[in-house]
């Protein structure tokens, strides 16, 4: 499909759905996504989404499963990222460690990666091995070799990974427990890596169960984005994956509870190993509006992007406050937080952050954010927004976690536009929303 | 005569028999094709932009490499002058100068610097290396003016405030500090020093202690002399062509003024000839690092080609020779790989590996095996080929990023590769056969290599015994003792 093409048949799409039609017909879809894009579901409920690029004979392949923590029962933490490994373990037709040894042998480079509520499996290969991947991919999803040998090996590479990371990463525990605060529901608030008790109680039955339900065609995105031929491509498609049988209906998720106020805001976790004292404050966000979530990113680089953002202009250039400063909106399906962590030198300092960062967050609900700022803000989210299309990879990731989500790509251009006609009244409301007391919650780490 | 009704009856039970038949050959025949690896297309043809060059009035030589489909900008200023130029009592004057630029102006502070590239989403970073500087700005096409604006000025009108001297030195001092964390690049940094001991890319090679010997006038000195558009280029990558590139970076740098530098090639240190095993003691770490390698030919080299396939046959990849051995067959590492880095002067061939404390030597030894000419006389054609293969499909991976594209093309211009590098690599690689691997290897892969190796001692001081000699050193790359037949003075 030529980019001509396709551009008129976004534009096509998007005047199909009225809300975004009229974004259509202000603004045309601007570069970096005017790319074409084909879309279809095979008979076994696989998605598929094909996008291609002339411009380099590489292609990028996603497989991307609806599974992750949040599918996980308690006293079973770690299960998805142990499949992560084990998806690496071999299949009926492929050995271990031989799908790795395929992509690297022909230059392809190679990947995975376990989010809240999605798995993503990903290579990048020349263009005339696309079938290689294909039929890679189509194995560990058809038939997975989950052993006794496998799923133990698996375990000790996760546990032995726990143990390297708790080791190298002082503050990692205070993280996840800051999230059990933030998320107090099992569901939404356990640690991606699983506790180490956790993982050694997973059974091999258990893999094979979580397998069976959640690594099935009607629980998977296939992205294959680069220099594709369109109509071979989805004849590889059919022969590699149509054959896979459908699994059964995936169980819907538990509705997340909205957790109104609680009655400890402030924690302390004395005695902590970490080597400087640290300080955790976050919102709660439950059940964000659609149309909210544009404010809320532009909010988002308002805060922490660039060392002009606020939080970092003030507490570590001009207070000098923080060693380190990290932070952001998370996402986990329909609940949020905003989250902001530091690091200070000593515990007047860490007590100083706290002052310093609800200082920030009240002028945000007082003070309209004045045009030049946000006009950075905004530039900032386009170099973001367009560098996660940039390669074919990155694509490919984008629309795959997108289609997951249950967003329509036909509409990106027209979503695009609604991230740059945030107003200030739009952040000072929605911060004057969110941000309340009730929803606040801190975590203070006070060193031994 | 047939009874028509029967035929039908017979017809139907055909064509249900040919139904069944065709499902079970269908079933069977797409088991059959996922028990092996499919047949490749034919490889694709490599269609790389043309890299189009202008040399502007001032002598700022462009170049341009066009990316139409892109709608972000990669801007790379490159000054042809890195560490190696720092003077010998000096080291760090050419990183300090480096990031000292974007630290002020006559009439704007870092402050508002800053803040007016951030004001248009702009990313500005810079990188010094032992022959160039290298500035890169990324952009949304849509505000290139006013990041060739700001660009142009904190590059043409640095005026190198006093006081930001101490932030950008407290700064290089902790990133150097943090760095010697890591046992890789102690070793690595260990290994660059032993090799290029006596030669100017020595200069280089530093810790953080001498950066508080580079004062202003250093640094000022050190832009007056370089900084200058004849000994610089600029390259953008992006959906720009080079005569509108040429009407912009005219605009905005003509008064950027040339002046002459005598700036000759230098000379390739030599190779090490003698055996040199050295260690430095890093309390924290749990393994130990071996990092051993030795002086080869610049990237200009006629060998550059066959010398890629062969280390990639090596240990380019887990499923390499070093990997194959030293991990999956001995159990010594939990990763071994080869590779090189390209300079003006030379190259340097390194191997690195993480082993467990008790197999040091046998791993060096093994390690050594490898790289040696009884093992390289065993390369196979088909190994070439393999190798060949993954070089191929990797190029267009390595280039598609924009940045590393934008970079890939400073290199090539700044170490005057030329098209070698770009538009033929392919063919370049195909023509590598086994003969050109082997001829490669005889003359480079034949001096020792120097072997350091990074560990905490209390862990690894009876294993270092096992080696006839052992100079040890200290983080900042002194000699403190030798362990000589197993004893320590």
Not at chain 1, 285 to 307: A, S, V
Not at chain 2, 349 to 375: N, Y
């Amino acid at each position: 499909m030529s980019l001509k093409k396709s551009a008129a048949w976004l534009v096509l799409a998007v005047l199909f759905c009225p809300q975004a039609g009229l974004n259509a017909q202000e603004q045309a879809p601007p570069k970096g996504l005017d790319f074409p894009l084909t879309q279809y579901t095979l008979k076994n409920g696989l998605h598929v989404i094909l996008s291609e690029d002339e411009s380099l004979p590489l292609v990028s392949v996603v497989v991307a499963y609806g599974v992750g923590p949040i599918r996980e029962q308690p006293g079973k933490s770690g299960l998805a990222y142990l499949m992560e490994t084990l998806m690496f373990q071999g299949s009926e037709n492929i050995s271990p460690m031989q799908h790795i040894n395929y992509i690297q042998r022909i230059g392809g480079e190679f990947n995975a990666n376990t989010a809240f509520d999605k798995s993503f499996f990903y290579q990048t290969v020349p263009s005339n091995q696309l079938a290689l991947v294909l039929w890679l991919e189509s194995d560990r999803m058809g038939s997975l070799s989950v052993t006794g040998v496998n799923v133990e090996r698996a375990k000790e590479t996760v546990m032995a990974e726990q143990r390297q990371r708790r080791s190298a990463e002082p503050y990692l525990d205070s993280y996840f427990l800051f999230d059990e605060i933030l998320f107090p529901d099992f569901v939404y608030g356990h640690p991606l890596l699983g506790s180490e008790e956790d993982l050694r109680n997973i059974t091999e039955e258990d893999v094979r169960s979580f397998y069976r339900t959640y690594y099935v065609p009607n629980n998977a995105v296939l992205c294959i984005t680069g220099s594709l031929n369109v109509p071979r491509t989805k004849e590889l498609i059919a022969r590699y994956f149509e054959t896979i049988p459908r699994g059964n209906d995936v169980p819907d998720l538990p509705a997340s509870k909205p957790v109104e106020g609680s009655p400890i805001r402030d924690t302390e976790l004395k005695e902590s190993l970490a080597p400087s004292p640290a300080f955790h404050f976050g919102y709660r966000i439950n059940h964000l509006q659609r149309g909210e979530t544009y404010g809320l990113r532009i909010l988002d680089i308002l805060m922490f992007r660039g060392k002009g953002s606020r939080l970092y202009k003030r507490l570590v250039k001009k207070e000098r406050i923080a060693l380190y400063l990290s932070g952001g909106i998370e996402e986990r399906r329909e609940l949020r937080a905003f989250k902001v962590f530091t690091i200070s030198n000593n515990p007047v300092m860490s007590d100083l952050c706290r002052k310093a960062i609800a200082s920030e967050m009240g002028k945000l609900k007082t003070t309209l954010v004045s045009d030049a700022e946000l006009a950075k803000a905004k530039d900032f989210f386009k170099m973001d927004y367009l560098g996660r299309l940039s390669t074919s990879l990155l694509r490919a990731l984008f629309l795959s976690d997108a289609s997951l989500s249950g967003n329509r790509l036909e509409d990106l251009a027209a979503e695009y536009a609604k991230y740059l006609k945030v107003t200030p009244v739009t952040i000072v409301s929605l911060a004057n929303k969110l941000f309340t007391p009730e929803n606040a919650f801190t975590l203070n780490l006070v060193t031994k | 005569m047939i009874n028509p009704r029967r035929m039908d009856g017979m017809r139907i039970f055909f064509l249900a028999c040919l139904c069944v038949l065709n499902f079970t050959l269908a079933a069977w025949s797409q088991e059959r094709f996922r028990k092996s690896p499919p047949i490749p297309d034919p490889l694709q043809e490599l269609k790389l932009p043309l890299i189009e060059s202008a040399t502007l009035s001032n002598g700022l030589t462009l170049a341009v490499a066009r990316k139409s489909s892109s709608p972000l900008l990669s801007l790379q200023l490159v000054v042809l002058a890195g560490e190696s130029d720092s003077r010998p009592d000096l080291p760090g004057a050419a990183s300090l100068t480096a990031n000292m630029i974007g630290r002020g102006t006559d009439l704007l502070s870092a402050g508002e610097i800053e803040q007016r590239i951030e004001s248009f989403g702009g990313e500005f970073a810079a990188s010094v290396s032992l022959d160039v500087t290298v500035f890169t700005f990324n952009v949304l096409e849509e505000n290139l003016d006013k990041a060739l604006e700001i660009f142009s000025t904190i590059v043409l009108k640095a005026s190198f405030p006093e006081g930001q001297m101490d932030t950008v030195k407290r700064t290089a001092y902790y990133e150097l500090f943090e760095r010697e964390k890591d046992p890789e690049y102690v070793a690595k940094r260990q290994l660059f020093r032993m090799l290029f001991k006596g030669h100017p890319y020595q200069t280089s090679i530093f810790n953080e202690d001498v950066i508080k010997n580079v004062g202003r006038q250093d640094i000022v000195a050190f832009y007056d002399h370089f900084y200058r558009p004849n000994n610089a280029l600029f390259v953008i990558a992006g959906n720009m062509n080079l005569s509108t590139a040429s009407r912009k970076i005219s605009h905005y740098f003509n008064t950027w003024t040339a002046r002459r530098i005598d700036r000759s090639l230098l000379p390739s240190p030599p190779p090490n000839d003698k055996e040199q095993v050295a260690f430095i003691d890093l309390p924290q770490a749990k393994d130990a690092t071996i990092f051993l390698g030795n002086v080869i030919f610049p990237a200009t080299s006629s060998d550059y080609f066959p010398f890629i396939v062969l280390n990639q046959v090596l240990g380019g990849t887990m499923g390499s020779r070093l990997f194959m051995n030293l991990r999956e067959s001995k159990g010594y590492a939990s990763y071994a790989f080869s590779g090189a880095d390209f300079f003006k002067s030379c190259g340097v061939f390194w191997v690195r590996a993480k082993v467990t404390p008790e197999v040091i030597r046998d791993s060096v030894q093994e390690i050594l095996k490898e790289i040696g000419p009884a093992a390289v006389e065993r390369v196979s054609s088909f190994e070439i080929e393999q190798a060949k293969s993954f070089l191929i499909g990797n190029f267009p991976l390595r280039n598609e990023p924009l940045t590393s594209f934008s970079l890939e093309v400073a290199r090539i211009k700044a170490f005057n590769l030329g098209e070698d590098h770009w538009s033929k690599y392919y063919e370049n690689i195909i023509l590598v056969n086994l003969e050109r691997v082997l001829a490669t290897a005889q003359r480079f892969f034949q001096p020792r290599p120097v072997v350091v190796i990074v560990g905490n001692k209390n862990l690894v001081a009876d294993y270092l015994r096992e080696f006839d000699k052992v100079d040890i050193y200290d983080i900042s790359g002194n000699q403190r003792s030798t362990i000589n037949k197993g004893v320590e003075k």
